[in-house]
């Protein structure tokens, strides 16, 4: 999830501000087009969903944030269709094992095979969420 699920123009009391609402899956399609830089038919695949349906959703999100800042109103992160994962993969860079563990255990100090701390989450694991909108591949993990 993001670090926060709220954003509001500073010195604008919240009781004062209209809300946006960004969804979850649109929060990912702007960090994966806009913060990573992913072409779209790549952000698609990370999210599993189909080119045409990940553009809709970014086209979604952007006007809602361009919605928020140009008419001053507060953005609220959260809804949506999204599923969090449940397991985590890490990869060791020395003896390159791979191994899951759930989410809400804390970050491996060590690899279990070797005990080398050169660890990172495995490459396909890299992703926040993958959304689905009942088109495609739907059900994603965060």
Known sequence: MPGT?????RGVPLTTLEE???TVDEFEAIRLAD???????????????????FAN???SA?????????KVKALRIEGGVYKMAEMRKFSCYDCKHEWDIPYGTGRPQ??????SKN???????RSYARAGRGRGR???HW
């Not at 699920?5 to 123009?9: D, G, I, L, Q, S």
């Not at 913060?35 to 349906?53: C, F, P, V």
């Not at 952007?62 to 140009?70: D, F, P, R, T």
């Not at 060590?110 to 005990?115: L, R």
């Open 110 to 115: 060590k690899c279990p095979q070797c005990e």
């Open 138 to 140: 739907c059900a994603r």
């Open 35 to 53: 913060l990573e830089g992913l072409y779209q038919e790549e952000s698609a695949k990370k999210m599993e969903i189909s080119r045409q349906t």
């Open 20 to 22: 946006v609402n960004l």
């Open 119 to 125: 660890i990172h989450r495995a490459q396909e694991d």
């Open 5 to 9: 699920n709220y954003f509001k123009p």
């Open 62 to 70: 952007h006007k809602k944030v361009a919605e928020a800042i140009v």
């Open 57 to 59: 959703i970014v086209n």
